[in-house]
């Protein structure tokens, strides 16, 4: 699986010890974890026969055994007998959507709390919206005549309630077992290669005509995704074009700064901007009403043998190369400033261990097979022990704001 985000190498015996699915036994510790669920809609209620999760790795890098309590009626939940070393995220799924939080720093009598909040749930996107997108031109492949495509989003669920999709009347979706369409993630005529980044979860995704959709439930708040794909072009000349499903703040489209002509109906060209140490020339439009058809032609670009542009010169530019190190810079230097490193952490702690659930919510329907299960749980549980020991790369807050 292609990933964006590099992670640090866990030792040896501890990814030997993911991959064979193996769980180290602990003496029972004296720390006790006490928690409780409130409600984030407005004017909800709690379900009742809730149940709390709850996960944790010690300072040696071991996971902790899963372990699960009832909540009671008033939204309290308890576990004892914890070791003492560990760091621990609690979590409750209502819905099909996976609630998480991180568990505070025990007192001195080793008592430590938590607080999930849980959401209502809606089937209406009325209130998804891209905050920001951004559409990135990353290489061209001459021998294929094929662009590469990185795709940026922030999207945010404006609402106090998680939007849990609906089948929306696609061909085979009102069979047992098909999860409901939640994101919708359309790409331009002509697309192949689709490869999602960063905030899919392959398993999760499912083709339709005209691009993706997603499954997984979308809580209120902002969550970040990335994806890639390759787009045809022929005679020099390349056109994107797609409707984009929901309202967009700030759509921006940069392509490097080669000598391209550029031309679209809703987007202006704004200069240029430095990312990931190359120059990228800039189209930018803003409050675009959701189904809008954006269009951008991109004229000038090299044909085989000989182009108006000479390949050496775009290869020396970093535009006919690219591989993940460089999709990384992009999508690093184009997030969305952050109000704090730890913030940040916290809110990836939470999609990490949501991503785990999942995943085992997927292996368990029988979506997806017992070797896929074990490769995308070992690399979802590398990159969570590498966050809660400081170890992952994380953004520093330049690029494109």
């Given at each position: ?55 944790g790795v010690r300072g040696t890098h ?22 003492d070393d560990g760091t621990y995220v ?312």
């Amino acid at each position: 699986m292609n990933k964006l985000l590099p992670t640090l190498l866990a030792t040896g015996l501890f990814a030997l010890t993911l991959f064979q699915g193996a769980q180290p036994a602990f003496a029972a510790g004296t720390e006790t974890v006490e928690g409780s669920v409130v409600a984030g809609t407005m004017g909800a209620t709690l379900p009742t026969g809730l149940t709390a999760t709850l996960d944790g790795v010690r300072g040696t890098h071991e996971f902790i055994p899963e372990q699960t309590a009832p909540v009671n009626a008033t939204g309290h939940f308890k576990f004892a007998g914890l070791p003492d070393d560990g760091t621990y995220v609690a979590s409750v799924t209502v819905d099909g959507a996976l609630y998480s939080a991180m568990v505070g720093k025990p007192n001195a009598q080793g008592l430590a709390t938590a607080q999930v909040t849980v959401y209502g749930s809606t089937t209406s996107d009325s209130q998804i919206q891209v905050t920001t997108a951004n559409w990135v031109v990353g290489a061209v492949d001459l021998s294929n005549q094929q662009i590469t495509m990185l795709e940026t989003l922030q999207i945010a669920n404006r609402g106090d309630t998680t939007y849990v999709g609906d089948h929306r009347g696609d061909p085979g979706s009102d069979l047992p077992g098909v999860l409901p369409r939640t994101l919708r993630v359309p790409l331009p005529d002509g697309a192949s290669g689709f490869q999602p980044q960063q905030g899919f979860e392959g398993s999760s995704l499912l083709p339709v005509a005209g691009g993706w959709v997603d499954t997984v439930p979308v809580s209120p708040g902002t969550h970040d995704y990335a994806f890639s794909y390759q787009l045809a072009f022929a005679d020099g000349g390349a056109e994107i074009r797609k409707s984009v499903p929901y309202p967009i703040g700030k759509l921006r489209v940069l392509v490097p700064n080669v000598g391209l002509e550029l031309r679209s109906d809703h987007l202006q060209g704004t200069g240029t901007v430095d990312v990931g140490g190359r120059s990228y020339v800039v189209l930018e439009g803003n409050n675009l009403p959701a189904n809008t058809v954006v269009t951008i032609d991109m004229l000038g670009l090299p044909t085989s043998p000989v182009g108006r542009i000479d390949p050496n010169a775009m290869r020396d530019a970093g535009f006919v190369a690219i591989g993940l190190a460089l999709l990384g810079a992009l999508y690093l230097g184009l997030r969305p400033r952050r109000q704090s490193v730890g913030q940040d952490s916290g809110a990836e702690r939470q999609l990490l261990l949501r991503k785990l659930a999942q995943i085992d919510d997927r292996y368990s329907a029988g979506l997806i097979d017992a070797e896929r299960y074990q490769v995308e749980r070992a690399e979802r549980k590398r990159e969570l022990i590498d966050l809660l020991m400081g170890g992952r790369t994380t953004a520093d807050g330049t690029g494109v704001a």
